[in-house]
């Protein structure tokens, strides 16, 4: 912790500010980013982005209607307390503090905060990470026997390497070249396509894009669905059968109607039959009793 010493009580009755600003200059120059420092400033939070070693300058700006003296200045680098080799300066009733230091490697990558501490703790806070690589947000669909290709793109950068990795859980495979089934084109250059020919239905999983910088390593994935050509139908198919089912069941139903109805014709023809002997029978028997008193009479 380290307050300014020396410093007369600002007048001015200004509200807190906490400003950032970061100075970055490429330690190996090329022409693909320039050799000129980037200036830049944010409130609060900064998130900066490296692919390779940078002398880097931080500075915090902190202004209070307080007593300057009474201001505790510290850097941390996630959390951990950095070393005094930052400077602390003032101007009127605005505190500065810089810290400069070179990042070569990717254990330096992280998140570097500084904190003002007056009666509340400001902090400012700056995250380096390496690019982010951009793929497809929604998954891919093809179908069983297609082909298709899967891209990453990496905006005005240029990795070292691209490496693509396969998952189907929570273990990454290599995706293995040598099979005549994928090819890789863009090892290095700012962008990666992965062809897979002869599509299955197993392969149809995740897959990673993996980046490679003298900073660390950036991944994106996509996830690949592949179709049987009979999913699309099956919508149809169910149609059809619901169709079927509706028709077949509508002629059951006609055909058990006039069944019934033959029944019931030939029910009343028998009936009708059986009414008619009887009928017929009635009538003999009558006729026979006449014939006889006929006869009687007659004799």
């Known amino acids: 912790?380290?307050?300014?010493?020396?410093l007369l009580e600002a007048r001015a009755r200004t509200p807190r500010l906490l400003l950032l600003q970061c100075l970055l200059a490429a330690a190996r120059p090329s022409s693909a980013d320039g050799s000129a420092p980037e200036h830049s400033s944010m409130p609060v939070e900064k998130n900066i982005t490296l692919e390779r070693p940078s002398n880097v300058?931080?500075?915090?700006?902190?202004?209070t209607s307080g007593d300057l003296n009474a201001v505790n200045v510290t850097w941390k680098k996630d959390g951990e307390q950095l070393e005094n080799n930052y400077l602390v300066s003032a101007t009127g009733s605005t505190l500065y503090t810089q810290y400069r230091f070179t990042i070569i490697n990717s254990k330096q990558m992280g998140s570097y905060s500084c904190f003002f501490r007056e009666e509340k703790e400001q902090r400012g806070t700056f995250n380096f990470k390496v690019p982010e690589l951009h793929g497809k947000n929604k998954p891919l669909i093809s179908y069983v026997g297609d082909s298709t290709v899967l891209t990453c793109k990496c905006q005005n950068c240029f990795p070292l390497n691209w490496t693509w990795y396969s998952s189907n859980g929570s273990v990454k495979v290599p995706v293995g070249v040598q099979m005549n089934k994928y090819v890789?084109?863009?090892t290095y250059a700012n962008?990666?396509?992965l062809k897979?020919?002869?599509l299955l239905e197993?392969?149809?999983e995740s897959y990673w894009c993996r980046a490679l910088f003298q900073l660390g390593e950036s991944e994106e994935h996509i996830e690949l669905v592949v179709l049987s050509y009979l999913v699309p139908l099956k919508p149809f198919l169910v149609i059809v059968a619901e169709v079927i089912l509706l028709v077949a069941t509508i002629l059951l139903c006609e055909?058990?109607?006039q069944k019934k109805k033959k029944h019931s014709d030939e029910g009343k023809e028998f009936e009708q039959i059986e009414q008619l002997k009887s009928d017929d029978s009635n009538g003999i028997e009558n006729n026979?009793?006449?014939h006889r008193k006929n006869e009687s009479l007659g004799q």
């Open 1 to 6: 912790m380290r307050a300014l010493p020396g």
């Open 57 to 63: 300058n931080l500075t915090c700006q902190f202004t």
């Open 184 to 186: 890789i084109n863009g």
């Open 191 to 193: 962008e990666t396509k």
């Open 196 to 198: 897979i020919t002869q």
């Open 202 to 204: 197993e392969d149809g």
């Open 255 to 257: 055909k058990y109607t």
């Open 288 to 290: 026979v009793p006449r």
